[in-house]
Structure formats: C-alpha cells, structure tokens
C-alpha cells in the first residue's frame, strides 16, 4: 500500500472515531443537577410536609425538596437571625411571621390550618388506666407523675401550653393550678396586671425546671421520644401530633384549649412575654406560611403552596387530623405572589381590605 492510500486510510479511521464518539456523547447526556427547594417549617407540620413533599417531588422530579424541622420561633431566627436562605416558612403561630420577619424578610402571610392542644400519653404511664377529661389535673399532680412541654422561648406549642394551664384556673376556679404543676418547678410564674395574666419568660438556660417533674425539650416534637422511652408520663402537644404518633389524649375543654374562636376573648386574658422581648397573647391556634425574601426558587416556592392550599393538599391535612382553614386566607392581596391569586379563588381568600 502507497503512503498516498495509508494516509486516506488513517484519515477515516479518525473520521469514523470522532463519529462513535460523538453517538456516545449524545446517548449519555449530562444530567443537570436537581432544584433544591428549602422549606423550613415547625415541628408540629412534619408528617404533612413529608406527605406534601412526594406529592410535589412526584409532579416536580425535578426538585428535591427539603424540610427542616424546628420550633417555629428558632425556624424564623434561621432567617432573620442566622442568615440562612430559604424558599419556604411555616410557623405554627402565623402572627410570628409578621411580628418577626416584616418588613426585611417577608411581606406576606397565608393562615392555612388549625389545631388545640391536648394532654398526650401512653397506656403505659403511670396512671393510664385512670386519667380522664375530669380528673387530669389531679393526675399531673400527683409527685411521681412527670410530664412535659417544649421551651416557650423556642416554640409556640411551649407557649401555648402555658397559656392552657393558667386558663385551666379561671375554668376550673382553682388558683393554685399553675403554681402547683409549674411554677413551684421551675422559674415560670404568671403574674395578674389588670385582669391579664402575664407570663414573663426567663432566658431558656435561667428556667432551671425540677427535672424529677418537669421536662422541657426545645421542640414539641422531642418529647415524643421522652414519652415512647418513658422518660415522661405525659406531655402537652397539638391533637394532631398525637394522632398522627398513635398517642392516647384526653381532650380539654374548649375554653382553654385554644382551638375556637368562640372563646377568642377568653384566651386574651392570657399573655406570654418571651426572653427576646417578644409578646404573644392567647388566640386561636392558626398556622401561618410565607415565601421569604431572600429566597432562591420562588417560582418553585408559590407550586409549592399551590399544592399546600390546593383540595389534595387540605386532605392531607384533614387525614392526619389537623383541620385546614377552608379557603385559605392570605393577609394582603397586593403581596401574595401573582400564581397564587390566579390559581384557585376556592381554595385562597384574599382580602379587600388592607392588610389586617
């Protein structure tokens, strides 16, 4: 073979290379890395956002969302006071989004579910057999029966049950109720100041609870593995939670629950003062959610709350026993996202008024 045909030879045998090349390079495309969307939200919405998670992932495969449990107070500090970027925020107390993030983090607020606080237990507490609606008091005050609630400084649920022990006085016309169960254990008083009762919190490391009586957790969600080791008797946390954990709970009544508002000017009689200096009063229990500022996938975010608001989203919720708010209700038009105007009137209600 001359050197003229070994040189066309060699030619095509690159020819042909760079082709099985190039076939390879399209048969094995570059995979594009997934859209992480961060969804910070309170402990109390854990079983809901994961049920919420594989519904967007599987309508969105390409979106890998995340979720971050926390009690609601240290879940909006991520943002403000941390520095943390995140798509998505979900307080179990929604007036905690605008006291904590307007104006700098957030503009909006979207109350989209309910819940009441009940007294959570296991038939192998002490006392199972016994306890009921009528004699739980009785029963937490007994000295070997210990029991718990998350840290008032952390999270709404430790707040709030705060607030149902000291409404449990006016019900139940018993003054000592508080100072027995509380107060006597730990430096958390309620003081009276013209007919509130006001709760002013210490910092979290200066509420030195007795620990052979009280338990305190920064998360509701904590004490659950307290109660399943028997580490605690009882503990304070929403129906929801102890549903969905398959917990026994004795519902208390309506006046001090904080689940109607029926009793809304009831429950202001009661008011928690927290170590940052913020003040919550006694309402209703509403959670709230919002798409930060600072957020890096807001479309990604409002499809988010889309599903959350939609009717697949609210039977979710209604399935693990915590009642959404049916429609929705956002708290200023003008700054809800423009998707969630459009999407669904039904399932959103937006206001005519400015912002309340």
């Known amino acids: 073979m001359g050197r003229e045909h ?3 030879a060699f030619l095509l045998l690159l020819v042909l290379l760079a082709g099985c090349i190039g076939t390879s390079t399209e048969q094995k495309p570059v995979q594009k890395e997934k859209i992480v ?3 910070f939200h309170a402990g109390s919405l854990t079983n809901p956002f994961k049920e919420l998670e594989k519904i967007y992932e599987q309508r969105y495969p390409n979106v890998d969302v995340q979720c971050e449990a926390a009690g609601s107070v240290k879940t909006i500090r991520k943002v403000t006071e941390l520095g943390r970027s995140a798509d998505i925020v979900a307080s179990a ?3 905690l989004i605008p006291k904590m993030m307007y104006p700098n983090y957030a503009d909006f607020t979207i109350k989209f579910a309910k819940n009441q606080i ?4 296991l038939n192998t507490s002490k006392y199972a057999d016994e306890i009921n609606s009528d004699n739980w008091i009785e029963i937490l005050r007994k000295p070997e029966v210990k029991f718990g609630f998350s840290n008032p400084n952390d999270d709404p649920c430790g707040f709030r049950s705060q607030m149902v022990l000291q409404l449990a006085e006016l019900y139940y016309n018993d003054s000592k109720i508080y100072d027995d169960l509380v107060a006597s254990h730990s430096n958390l008083k309620f003081v009276e100041e013209n007919g509130t009762y006001v709760l002013r919190m210490p910092s979290s490391e200066n509420i030195k609870p007795d620990t052979n009586k009280l338990m305190i957790r920064s998360m509701e969600m904590e004490l659950i593995q307290a109660l399943e080791a028997g580490e605690v008797d009882y503990y304070f946390i929403y129906r929801s939670v102890a549903q969905q954990h398959g917990h026994s709970f004795i519902e208390l009544p309506k006046q001090i629950d904080l689940s109607s508002p029926e009793y809304a000017e009831l429950y202001k009689k009661v008011k928690v003062i927290l170590a940052n200096g913020k003040e919550v009063t006694g309402k209703p ?7 930060p500022k600072n957020a890096e996938h807001k ?3 409002e499809k988010f709350l889309e599903i959350l608001l939609s009717k697949e989203g609210q039977d979710v919720f209604r399935k693990l026993g915590q009642p959404p708010i049916t429609p929705a209700e956002a708290d200023d038009k003008d700054k809800v996202p423009e998707s969630l105007r459009t999407v669904s009137y039904t399932h959103l209600t937006l206001p005519t008024t400015e912002r309340v």
């Open 118 to 121: 009940v007294l959570a237990y």
């Open 6 to 8: 070994v040189t066309i």
């Open 285 to 291: 229990i509403v959670y709230g959610i919002t798409i």
């Open 37 to 39: 969307l961060k969804v």
């Open 299 to 301: 479309e990604y975010a």
């Open 93 to 95: 107390d929604y007036t």
